[in-house]
């Protein structure tokens, strides 16, 4: 058995540096320029970027594919895997195949509903639970087959999942059993109350999941009043605080400037927080707002993972 390439990510999170990802989204065509153009955009700001599989239900490249393009690229790719759209055999097929084409981290999600996309009487599957592809992943990683053969190298993902911490009835016991599952790292929701996150991670402390997992606070720079309004009403999870609305607002043309230092400023908060690991800094389809806010919050230089 040959030994497994390390996970960037896995390093810095394991080395209580503070992680900085963010996120790239495959084209609607087989053209893949524009997910190379993303993925350079990000290279040595992120220590690694998710690669989304179909977001908002709709049809794009597969992840696989994105992943190749982003390892090419010169970035470590996390790859996106929904149980939405695949059974345990097409999951374990890309878990394999994601490690061949480079992926060193894995983001398990159910997926957006169906109905918000443009297929929406395409059938659901979900053969399997979060819990369940978390599983997977970590047997596949620990030796075990999808047959009883010889396996090469083995796929030692740093497994990650979603949690939303923020939501109304939050069950920190949800959390638990993804982290019982094998999951290593946590990407949460995208957050602009700094005080509830606080709250959220005292609760996370004294269950000792902190501990246990990396936790990446998600984070997004906003461009407009408008677009502040929007993700407060209608992104699950999401709140954004009356005053930032009320900036923006008053910024006039100006306002996507204050998004990217409102949203550093609130980076700079959660890298003071205990239990923090990193952040996961969404552009909302602009990754020059992810560059300005990495800089303005003092990230760079990206640490250099000490060779394994």
Not at 61 to 72: C, I, Q, T, Y
Not at 182 to 211: C, P, S
Not at 229 to 245: A, F, K, N, Q, T
Not at 278 to 289: D, I, K
Request: with cysteine; hydrophobic share 45%.
């Amino acid at each position: 058995m040959t030994t497994a390439a390390t996970s960037r990510l896995a390093t810095v999170v394991r080395s209580r540096a503070f992680a900085v990802t963010s996120e790239v989204v495959p084209p609607r065509s087989s053209d893949p320029s524009s997910l190379v153009l993303q993925a350079r955009d990000l290279v040595g700001y992120a220590d690694a970027v998710n690669v989304t599989d179909n977001p908002t239900a709709t049809v794009h490249m597969s992840p696989l594919a994105g992943a190749a393009v982003v390892a090419k690229a010169g970035i470590e790719p996390t790859l996106q895997l929904t149980v939405r759209d695949r059974n345990r055999l097409a999951l374990a097929a890309d878990l394999l195949g994601g490690w061949a084409l480079g992926a060193r981290n894995l983001l398990c999600l159910t997926g957006d509903p169906l109905s918000v996309g443009d297929q929406p009487d395409a059938a659901p599957v979900h053969d399997l639970e979060i819990v369940d592809l978390v599983r997977l992943a970590v047997s596949l990683g620990e030796g075990a087959d999808v047959r009883d053969g010889a396996q090469g190298e083995r796929p030692e993902y740093f497994v990650g999942v979603a949690d939303s911490p923020l939501a109304p009835n939050y069950d920190p016991g949800r959390l638990e059993r993804k982290l019982d599952a094998g999951a290593g790292f946590v990407m949460t929701q995208i957050a602009y109350d700094v005080e509830a996150i606080e709250a959220w991670l005292t609760v996370i402390r004294g269950r000792g999941i902190d501990e246990r997992a990396g936790i990446l606070v998600g984070v997004a720079p906003l461009r407009s009043a408008r677009q502040a309004r929007y993700v407060d009403e209608h992104l699950p999870g999401v709140s954004v605080p009356p005053s930032m609305i009320a900036e923006l607002e008053d910024a006039g043309e100006d306002a996507e400037a204050l998004g990217a230092e409102q949203c550093a400023s609130i980076v700079r908060r959660l890298r003071d927080l205990a239990g923090v690991a990193g952040v996961h800094v969404m552009g909302l389809g602009r990754e020059g707002a992810v560059r300005r806010v990495i800089e303005r919050a003092g990230l760079l230089p990206r640490p250099v993972p000490p060779r394994p």
